[in-house]
């Protein structure tokens, strides 16, 4: 009989997949002949089978909610981390208050309805006349509190202002909603 | 991260602003990992309620050590390698706790847990159960040196080289303990299946 303690080898790196082919061809040969390299072959499969089961039937726990905060809220006590510029700081604090963190895209989000939303309140109403067109936000506090025509240079510097700051809020949304799917390619790689 | 989503983001950019102290980049890296790193702990200690204590141990090690880490190996080998230390450690405080509680009666004692024909289960079904329970059992009798390599192998589906860098020993070392521990595994399992 040929060398079993070869083959065996052979059928270890078969069941990790990295059994070249000539070997995996002689591996063959020899398996039709040797009724105990193909019993160990068989217990090794089986063996990896049990384990798939166990993994499927038993699965481990996953990260709560909670669980990146605790971590990083522990590290902050003990001064962990770099001091954050003042702004950051104050978009920090704001954002954690609406932790556990599946949940803090909530408070960009309630900004950005907040800026949709009061823009509405300040059309300009006049009730009899149902079919005019109504006069976005800025254009209608710059009529109330200047009673020179408007400026339109000043209306979009105020726009830019208004769309860049919805720009960075919406950006904030998006980091925050995104971070907790985001488990990216190194799932795949393995 | 200020500027880009994180997701995305490489390991490495996101280390390199660890190690500035960024706390965000590091928020990446916990909700990147965090799973798999519970997924490791729990197949190693085998207890719900002290996975995620000890999975916070590890991210906090882990920041801790940043500046150490050289990024001679990859992030994820080199945190999995702060849980395995981390569990195996727990378990070694754990076994003084326990040992004249279990003695060498695990084998003998899973077996008899498992749930017995009662009927509801299709025999294959019912098989494919106690073997499976078999199977883990064998693993828990093995010396730390091998079960190591064989959670990082058969549960968390790792290459040679990726057990090399987490144990921190040779590829050739790997594929040994593995095989050797294949062996004594199957020879604990013959009566078995
Ligand atoms: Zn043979």
New binding site residues.
């Given amino acids: ?2 060398d ?1 303690g070869k ?1 065996e080898n052979f059928i270890f790196e078969f069941i990790d997949q990295s059994l070249g082919r000539r070997d995996g061809e002689m591996l063959s040969v ?1 398996l039709r002949q ?1 009724r ?2 193909q019993m ?1 072959m068989e217990d090794l499969l089986r063996f990896r089978a049990s384990i798939k089961f166990h993994k499927a039937m038993e699965p481990s726990p996953v990260a709560d909610e909670s669980f990146t905060f605790s971590v990083l809220d522990r590290l902050s006590k003990q001064g962990a981390f770099a001091p954050q510029p003042a702004v950051a700081g104050w978009i920090e604090k704001i954002h954690s208050a609406f932790t556990p963190y599946r949940v803090r895209w909530l408070a960009p989000a309630f900004a950005i309805m907040i800026f949709l939303l009061l823009p509405l309140s300040l059309f300009e109403k006049n009730g009899s006349n149902q079919g005019e067109v109504r006069v976005p936000s800025v254009v209608n506090i710059a009529k109330q509190t200047n009673p020179i025509p408007v400026q339109p240079v000043a209306v979009q510097q105020k726009l830019k202002k208004q769309s860049e700051l919805d720009e960075y809020l919406m950006f904030h949304a998006q980091n925050a909603s995104q971070s907790h799917i985001g488990y990216p390619v190194i799932y795949a790689s393995y | 991260m200020d500027e880009g989503g994180g997701e995305n983001v490489a390991d490495d950019v996101l280390v390199r602003l660890c190690q500035k102290g960024d706390k965000n980049a590091f928020e990446h890296l916990v909700m990147r990992y965090q799973d798999k790193i519970f997924s490791v702990l729990y197949r190693v200690v085998k207890d719900r309620d002290v996975v995620r204590d000890l999975a916070q141990d590890v991210f906090i090690n882990a920041f801790k050590s940043i500046q150490g880490f050289q990024g001679k190996s990859s992030f994820y080998t080199w945190l999995y390698q702060i849980a395995m230390h981390t569990g195996f450690n727990y378990l070694s405080l754990a076994r003084v706790r326990t040992t004249t509680v279990y003695e060498n009666g695990d084998l003998e004692k899973k077996l008899m847990d498992t749930p017995g024909g009662s009927g509801n289960w299709l025999e294959e079904g019912y098989m494919l159960h106690e073997t499976a329970q078999a199977a883990v059992a064998a693993i828990e009798e093995l010396p730390d040196e091998y079960k190591k390599v064989v959670i990082l192998k058969e549960y968390e589906d790792m290459s040679y080289e990726e057990i090399a860098e987490v144990l921190n020993i040779p590829i050739g070392t790997v594929r040994s303990r593995l095989n050797r521990a294949r062996k004594e595994l199957r020879r604990n399992l013959k009566p078995l299946v």
């Fill in positions: 009989m040929m079993c083959m020899h040797c105990d390299c160990k």
